[in-house]
């Protein structure tokens, strides 16, 4: 049965439901999923717990599920660029659990790889650890996180083949192989699918099995968080 799909809104057709868990790829928002993130907001799903290092921004990313008022949960490391996220947490909208942003990653690591839980010093003596279970190694202070398993994750890959190996492209290789081994059902969209050859083995960064459904992405212009410039520098004659 092939992995790849028409479109990224039949990928989630039938697989997205209310008070789902979804895992997002993406970093700011380079590597963001945006086909599938733009055709989950348009199941019109709500109640649903994302977990992503961020929200993207006002109106970009997964901004867009927040102006949809579809979220009822968000795991995160940062969410400093959306003042629509902001609004809705202090409004008691939206319920948030910061993650420090090496445990996020480490802890859908672990789901993804079967490991429930983990002992880590990262948050040890701060707002992180309340309610945690605490152990000692060593005369070591650690806390108990859990891994993470997804109902569902997104993410998007520069190259693909039609058996759902993924290679990323530069900044875009930051949450999403991880997120692509802590779904139940993992769809990818990516830049380029092959229709005929194999992707180079030795290249692969997630390998298909991880991978149920595969969409090839629309063609759309990359935008950037925070475009910083330094002046232009003159050149004398």
């Known amino acids: 049965?092939?992995?790849?799909?028409?479109?990224?809104?039949?990928?989630?057709?039938?697989?997205?439901?209310?008070?789902?868990?979804?895992?997002?790829?993406?970093?700011?928002?380079?590597?963001?999923?945006?086909?599938?993130?733009?055709?989950?907001?348009?199941?019109g799903a709500t109640d649903l717990t994302i977990v992503s290092n961020n929200m993207g921004v006002d109106g970009k990313g997964l901004g867009v599920l927040l102006e949809n008022h579809q979220v009822k949960k968000v795991v995160a490391s940062y969410v400093g660029e959306n003042k629509l996220f902001a609004r809705q947490y202090l409004d008691g909208e939206l319920e948030v659990e910061f993650v420090p942003q090496g445990t996020l990653a480490e802890r859908l690591r672990a789901g993804g790889a079967g490991i429930a839980g983990f002992y880590t010093k990262t948050g040890v003596g701060t707002p992180v650890a309340e309610g945690k279970?605490?152990?000692?190694?060593?005369?070591?202070?650690?806390?108990?996180?859990?891994?993470?398993?997804?109902?569902?994750?997104?993410?998007?890959?520069?190259?693909?083949?039609?058996?759902?190996?993924?290679?990323?492209?530069?900044?875009?290789?930051?949450?999403?192989?991880?997120?692509?081994?802590?779904?139940?059902?993992?769809?990818?969209e990516a830049e380029q699918v092959l229709d005929a050859d194999y992707l180079?083995?030795?290249?692969?960064?997630?390998?298909?099995?991880?991978?149920?459904?595969?969409?090839?992405?629309?063609?759309?212009?990359?935008?950037?968080?925070?475009?910083?410039?330094?002046?232009?520098?003159?050149v004398a004659d």
Do not use: C
């Not at 693909?160 to 192989?177: K, M, Q, S, Y």
């Not at 063609?219 to 475009?227: N, V």
């Open 1 to 43: 049965m092939s992995k790849v799909w028409p479109s990224a809104a039949e990928a989630l057709r039938d697989i997205v439901h209310d008070g789902a868990t979804i895992a997002v790829g993406g970093f700011g928002l380079s590597g963001n999923p945006s086909d599938l993130i733009e055709a989950l907001r348009d199941t």
């Open 133 to 188: 279970t605490l152990t000692e190694f060593d005369g070591e202070t650690y806390l108990l996180e859990r891994g993470i398993v997804a109902d569902i994750a997104l993410v998007h890959a520069f190259k693909a083949d039609r058996e759902g190996n993924l290679i990323f492209r530069h900044t875009a290789r930051n949450f999403n192989p991880v997120v692509a081994t802590a779904g139940r059902i993992t769809i990818a």
């Open 200 to 234: 180079d083995p030795d290249a692969i960064v997630t390998p298909g099995i991880f991978v149920q459904r595969l969409v090839e992405s629309l063609p759309r212009t990359k935008d950037i968080e925070q475009r910083t410039l330094r002046p232009r520098a003159t």
